[in-house]
């Protein structure tokens, strides 16, 4: 089957996702891209600028698959006549209606975020599919639609919710977690290494991570920590703060700028304690676990689904409190709950590509004959 992949922020997760796939997939998938830059730019004009590219692309295709960053309705104005019978399937990685905005965005100030969400909100109905990273992100989107829709003054649509609804599911992200294998050895630190390996930024809520950190530094508890993750010129200051309060505890401060650097950290670690306020999926967390790092996780978004918290209630708590707890009591015996990570490793690596590319080409069939 010929797939073209349309991607107007070809970068980050966006770039390795469809790139993995390709490389895995029996299909044949050709990718028209812009740079993964200007993200409010690429919303608003990158429709145009690959509907063009599209015109011009002279091979055949049988399915178009599109990041949730395209104008679909744009895209198919301007593609209209060489598109009329080609499905086409939105993957969300995200959403702009349930992604928390950065306080620090002047958008909000000039009221003018809520056009983003319109962008996604258009696409998801013009589209003859989609196709979300998580059952959460699912419906959290739903909800939100629900939220949006209400603030208009008239004419609602709120129908359109349930037709968007009943063309959407839920395709995992597909990960190359076998590429940490050749990294794998034996836990052998002196002490206890917790790890960060998150982006540098609000979402992800750095400030009750690292206070949990000062709270055990202060209460005399033995640990190191490993602070990875890729940062901005902009980025939360509880970092430097933790840089200075944690001098003696931090063996590694910054981005990884190899992958041979990023997995020997992950391969090291012994906890991934996770506090963040957003994730649709958690790429970062499903390879930290995949390689034996032991995780705490908040009791909210994707996280019970992903770390099946029916199965494995110890894994999560509600409040920091407990958070606290569970920590300190995993530096206490640490060497003793490594051992049990290998159910989690199990349980994570179904989202390899090893499994889920044979899922991906029988949806994307699917879906192209329906």
Same mark, same amino acid.
């Given at each position: 089957?010929?797939?073209?992949?349309?991607?107007?922020?070809?970068?980050?997760?966006?770039?390795?996702?469809?790139?993995?796939? =390709?490389?895995?997939?029996?299909?044949?998938?050709?990718?028209?891209?812009?740079?993964?830059?200007?993200?409010?730019?690429?919303?608003?004009?990158?429709?145009?600028?690959?509907?063009?590219?599209?015109?011009?692309?002279?091979?055949?295709?049988?399915?178009?698959?599109?990041?949730?960053?395209?104008?679909?309705?744009?895209?198919?104005? @301007?593609?209209?006549? =060489?598109?009329?019978?080609?499905? @086409?399937?939105?993957?969300?990685?995200?959403?702009?209606?349930?992604?928390?905005?950065? /306080?620090?965005?002047?958008?909000?100030?000039?009221?003018?975020?809520?056009?983003?969400?319109?962008?996604?909100?258009?696409?998801?109905?013009?589209?003859?599919?989609?196709?979300?990273?998580?059952?959460?992100?699912?419906?959290?989107?739903?909800?939100?639609?629900? =939220?949006?829709?209400?603030?208009?003054?008239?004419?609602?649509?709120?129908?359109?919710?349930?037709?968007?609804?009943?063309?959407?599911? @839920?395709?995992?992200?597909?990960?190359?977690?076998?590429?940490?294998?050749?990294?794998?050895?034996?836990?052998?630190?002196?002490?206890?290494?917790?790890?960060?390996?998150?982006?540098?930024?609000?979402?992800?809520?750095?400030?009750?991570?690292?206070?949990?950190?000062?709270?055990?530094?202060?209460?005399?508890?033995?640990?190191?920590?490993?602070?990875?993750?890729?940062?901005?010129?902009?980025? /939360?200051?509880?970092?430097?703060?933790?840089?200075?309060?944690?001098?003696?505890?931090?063996?590694?401060?910054?981005?990884?700028?190899?992958?041979?650097?990023?997995?020997?950290?992950?391969?090291?670690?012994?906890?991934?304690?996770?506090?963040?306020?957003?994730?649709?999926?958690?790429?970062?967390?499903?390879?930290?676990?995949?390689?034996?790092?032991?995780?705490?996780? /908040?009791?909210?978004?994707?996280?019970?689904?992903?770390?099946?918290?029916?199965?494995?209630?110890?894994?999560?708590?509600?409040?920091?409190?407990?958070?606290?707890? =569970?920590?300190?009591?995993?530096?206490?015996?640490?060497?003793?709950?490594?051992?049990?990570?290998?159910?989690?490793?199990?349980?994570?690596?179904?989202?390899?590509?090893?499994?889920?590319?044979?899922?991906?080409?029988?949806?994307?069939?699917?879906?192209?004959?329906?």
């Amino acid at each position: 089957m010929k797939i073209i992949y349309i991607e107007p922020f070809y970068s980050g997760a966006h770039k390795q996702w469809i790139d993995s796939y =390709k490389q895995k997939s029996t299909h044949d998938i050709a990718i028209l891209t812009l740079p993964g830059n200007k993200w409010k730019w690429r919303m608003h004009g990158g429709a145009v600028t690959l509907a063009n590219k599209f015109n011009n692309y002279n091979k055949k295709v049988d399915l178009i698959l599109c990041s949730d960053f395209l104008n679909l309705p744009v895209f198919k104005s @301007i593609c209209s006549q =060489k598109i009329s019978n080609i499905p @086409i399937i939105m993957y969300f990685h995200e959403n702009q209606l349930s992604y928390p905005w950065s /306080p620090h965005d002047s958008d909000l100030k000039l009221n003018r975020d809520l056009h983003y969400h319109y962008i996604n909100y258009t696409s998801s109905l013009t589209s003859d599919f989609n196709l979300f990273n998580s059952k959460y992100h699912l419906d959290s989107y739903l909800d939100s639609l629900k =939220k949006y829709l209400k603030k208009m003054p008239d004419f609602n649509n709120f129908e359109t919710i349930d037709t968007i609804s009943k063309k959407s599911d @839920i395709l995992y992200i597909g990960c190359d977690l076998k590429k940490f294998d050749k990294y794998r050895h034996k836990r052998q630190n002196a002490k206890p290494l917790i790890l960060w390996n998150h982006r540098w930024e609000f979402d992800k809520n750095p400030e009750d991570f690292f206070n949990v950190l000062f709270k055990l530094k202060n209460n005399n508890i033995d640990f190191e920590v490993a602070i990875l993750g890729e940062q901005f010129k902009d980025y /939360p200051k509880i970092f430097d703060k933790a840089k200075k309060m944690l001098d003696k505890n931090i063996v590694q401060f910054g981005y990884c700028e190899s992958f041979d650097e990023y997995a020997n950290w992950l391969c090291k670690a012994d906890i991934l304690p996770v506090t963040s306020n957003q994730d649709f999926f958690g790429v970062s967390i499903v390879e930290a676990v995949s390689v034996g790092v032991y995780p705490i996780m /908040p009791e909210r978004l994707t996280y019970p689904e992903i770390l099946d918290q029916k199965n494995n209630p110890d894994l999560f708590y509600r409040k920091n409190t407990t958070l606290f707890k =569970k920590l300190n009591d995993f530096l206490k015996n640490y060497k003793v709950l490594r051992k049990s990570t290998s159910k989690y490793e199990k349980l994570i690596n179904r989202f390899d590509w090893s499994n889920m590319v044979k899922i991906y080409d029988e949806t994307f069939e699917k879906y192209s004959k329906n």
